[in-house]
């Protein structure tokens, strides 16, 4: 290598995003919302000039969708020009959700400085500096269809001229069963010393899965639901002259969405609960360093205020009563009530006749994910039969059947125990 250097790598930018689902938002929230992926987009050219970076790889899904929106196209189209306006390149892939020759692309011009990889082949360029000194190689393929399902990794080939190697992909690494497996490939097939940086895309959340070779996943910009929790941004990448690599994690998101959990367990009153649940909002605004919070509350434990959650009615007017308390920054996207009543559920497993079969059935069903995905199979076959209702279901993954078992097991519960955890009576 002959200098060090400094760059950027992003994915997963999902301009346009419809954000579905959020019509009870507050007006200006809304708003918000619906423009976070634009507002991360600035935040990550402003991080690039204030970084002063040599360059910015991003790796697949710019747009949120094939048919792309001409704002979309005209934001990111403006972000590239202003990189460019400060002498940063940058080097972009499209991957599942924005290949290159599916769907509306606008015919607009982009600066020099931006390398669009094509879909053909993987390709190779050299980056070179603002003294003209080379340093680093990128390489890159786009998606050209939406459904890619070869191994792109053998295009990357090693190309032994002593610059630092830098692969870009949009790729499914060994499977990651949250994820369609479009252009999949092995951790092994990465780490065969061809590239030194492995810059991801595809998968949302932000992983490093080998060091030396890097891999690594910075997740996208913004999340977009309720599964994308935490932080959410790029990472700027700082490589010494000797190859020395060192990762920066830098959040960019505007909006952020959190789940906090909450245990009833202690709790007497609905007084105590609401004040609890006060306190979870305020700490989740805290955290968020002054951006929107999106916040899922999820009850759990065992107590008295079990039995006072499933009154009809009663939860959906907790929440609207939340809502309405006057905080501008968060807003609660739902609260979950995953509560049991105060009995030992263990001690009702262990007694003998139909409650405690049915808990000793249950836990053997979620002792696995596997196991539960067979199980959960077996038991919804009969609405497979519906198309509509099939593929909902077939959307949902083992954390949507843990969560219903464990519904089912406290209903089961509330239905057949007394509130001494005896079994009440049971007649065909």
């Known amino acids: 290598m002959t200098r060090g250097f400094r760059f950027i790598h992003a994915a997963d930018l999902h301009l346009d995003s419809p954000f579905r689902g959020l019509s009870g938002l507050p007006d200006g929230l809304r708003e918000r919302v619906k423009a976070s992926t634009f507002t991360a ?40 020009e202003t990189l460019a306006g400060h002498g940063v390149p940058a080097f972009v892939v499209h991957g599942n959700h924005d290949p290159l020759h599916d769907g509306y692309s606008a015919k607009l011009r982009l600066p020099d400085t931006v390398k669009v990889f094509g879909s053909d082949a993987v390709e190779s360029v050299v980056v070179r500096g603002r003294d003209g000194e080379s340093v680093a190689r ?39 069963a949250g994820h369609d497996n479009y252009a999949p490939c092995s951790l092994r097939d990465l780490t065969r010393g061809q590239v030194n940086y492995w810059a991801l895309g595809h998968i949302h959340s932000r992983r490093v899965l080998h060091e030396r070779p890097w891999v690594v996943y910075p997740g996208n910009l913004q999340g977009r639901h309720v599964r994308e929790t935490g932080p ?38 609905e007084q105590q609960l609401k004040d609890a649940l006060e306190e979870e909002l305020e700490a989740a605004c805290a955290s968020a360093d002054g951006r929107a919070v999106l916040a899922r509350l999820s009850l759990t434990g065992r107590g008295p205020l079990h039995a006072a959650m499933r009154r009809s009615g009663w939860l959906s007017g907790l929440t609207s009563a939340l809502r309405e308390s006057g905080r501008e920054a968060v807003w609660i996207e ?51 039969g519906q198309p509509q209702l099939a593929a909902l279901l077939s959307e949902l993954g083992p954390e949507e059947w843990a969560a219903w078992l464990q519904e089912a097991e406290e209903l089961a519960i509330d239905l057949l125990a007394d509130g001494s955890g005896a079994e009440t009576g049971w007649s065909e």
Not at 160 to 173: A, E, K, P, Q, R
Not at 353 to 365: C, K, N, P
Request: hydrophobic residues 40%.
């Open 334 to 384: 739902s609260i979950e009530d995953r509560t049991g009543a105060a009995v030992s559920r263990e001690d009702l497993a262990a007694k003998p006749g139909f409650l405690g079969d049915l808990l000793r059935l249950a836990s053997e069903a979620g002792e696995s994910s596997e196991r539960l995905s067979v199980f959960a199979e077996e038991a919804l076959a009969p609405l497979m």
């Open 138 to 176: 990128v390489s890159g393929i786009s998606f050209g269809r939406s459904a890619v399902t070869d191994n792109l990794t053998p295009g990357y080939v090693r190309h032994n001229d002593g610059l630092y190697h830098i692969g870009i992909l949009h790729t499914n690494v060994d499977g990651d």
């Open 41 to 80: 987009l600035e935040r990550l050219v402003d991080l690039a000039v204030r970084e002063q970076v040599d360059f910015v790889v991003v790796s697949g899904d710019i747009y949120d969708a094939k048919d792309r929106s001409l704002r979309a196209q005209l934001r990111f189209q403006q972000a590239l």
């Open 232 to 269: 959410r941004g790029c990472y700027v990448v700082d490589v010494a002259s000797g190859g020395e690599t060192q990762l920066r994690f830098q959040p960019l998101d505007d909006v952020r969405w959190e789940v906090r959990e909450l245990s009833i367990a202690g709790l007497e009153t």
